[in-house]
């Protein structure tokens, strides 16, 4: 603790034995030796201060139907000189998801009190506390409505590089956030084994239909224990907005060998009803139709078409795959089969919060089979292209035909120079309650219906071959 002086020995006159000012001193060494002792110490009671304080954890996971959020592309919006999204007619709105599905309780583990063996749940709920999802990313700020912003790729497989400024890169240097409105919780509610459905409402701070390197991050604050004021956070790593089209393609049908010209079992027909559905159990989340003057779908040679997109989780494997459902009703009989279409969703997201500019421009596709090998990368997956329509992911025609024809550009098709992106329709997952199941396509059998959803549980859990 001190030093024995040098001068301990010195015997002045009139001083008695010892100098009494000199006789012990602190050195450095000994203040060298405290900080030794101290700091670690002292170190460990911060760090403890921030354990008890930050203590709090969420568990977050997807819903049993496997999508976290949903809209419909092809509603009418325009980018502005920054890259942002807005509403057509609502310019300072921003256009994008607008309700977010997940499920979540409280993981906080309990305090063990020094000395006993004595547990103190976490418990989370009452009076005053409230729940908060937060959506973090940056922004592809040179997509365009018609996806003209996107990596675009052919059935061959070419890859067309999107065209973009300065002031609008593919990808904002910056992070942003979109926080939902709050949802209040009674005492417990979290505190339980099997996390729940909880529907957080973004309408007043949308995350953008071109949002890049998502997370979802969900955020308590509330009684935590037996601290009045305590904070809760867990966050999911989702896949970035995945977009899903159907379209009219009663122009040919597919006669089990080849695409054909329609004919009197396979007529050219206009679509009167369509349903979106997603997930396995399939889930409805989307209609369009319905009544005199708003058919969902005209036919050939300006088809109409619905472009969704969709917030997936990220797949547990390399084989599982998320199913998209179109459930088409004909305005005449006959009606053409439902069709499912299957992604594992599609990344848009660096490595790194910050990366070179170079890193950018040269993108990588498919980083959930096989992972770069470079310290910094960008992963932006491709789009696909259909007879001349950017369409998204999934490019689902509806035809009449036996069983699942071939890609439609593999014979080619021809291509057409037009096709109307429908507007409006009912977003159902944006509504309060539980999502209800796919509506049966009327001309479907028991049977057809079974092994549809069969499938689609199948290729859900990974297990497609």
Known sequence: MVTKSIWWD????????????VGYVVTYNNMRYMADVMIPRAVGYSAGMIDFFFRGRLEVTPTDHSVFAVMNQGDSHFMDADGYPRKTGQPTKIFGFESVRLKVRNATPAIIESGTSVNVPQSTGGPGSRLVA???????????????????RTRDGTITEPVCTERRPVRTSYQEISVSAPLSLALGELDVAAPIERRFDFSNDPIPVNATDLFIQVAYRGPLGEERDGIAVGMYDVSEPTFAA?????????????????????????IYNYWGCVGSPSKYVYHFGGSQGNIAMPPPPIPGYVRLAFIFPKPISATQRFAVRSVPTMQDFPHAPARSGFTRGQIRQANKEIVPASVVASPVSGCFLSPPSAPEHWCFDPVEKRRGIVFGEIAQPIYFGLGDG???????????????????????????????????????TPAEIED??????IVARGSEH
């Open 10 to 21: 010195v015997v002045p006159l009139g001083f008695g034995n010892h100098l009494p000012s």
């Open 134 to 152: 937060i959506a973090r990313y940056h922004r592809n700020a040179c997509y365009e409505p018609d996806l003209r912003g996107e990596r675009v």
């Open 406 to 444: 071939s890609d439609v550009d593999s014979v080619p098709l021809p291509p057409w120079t037009n096709a109307i992106a429908r507007t409006g329709g009912n977003n159902m997952f944006d509504m309060p309650g539980d999502l209800l199941n796919c509506p049966s396509q009327p001309s479907a």
């Open 246 to 270: 159907a379209w009219n393609n009663t122009d040919y049908h597919w006669n089990g060998a080849a695409w054909a010209p329609p004919n009197t079992a396979n007529p050219i027909r206009n």
């Open 452 to 457: 549809l959803e069969l499938f689609e549980e």
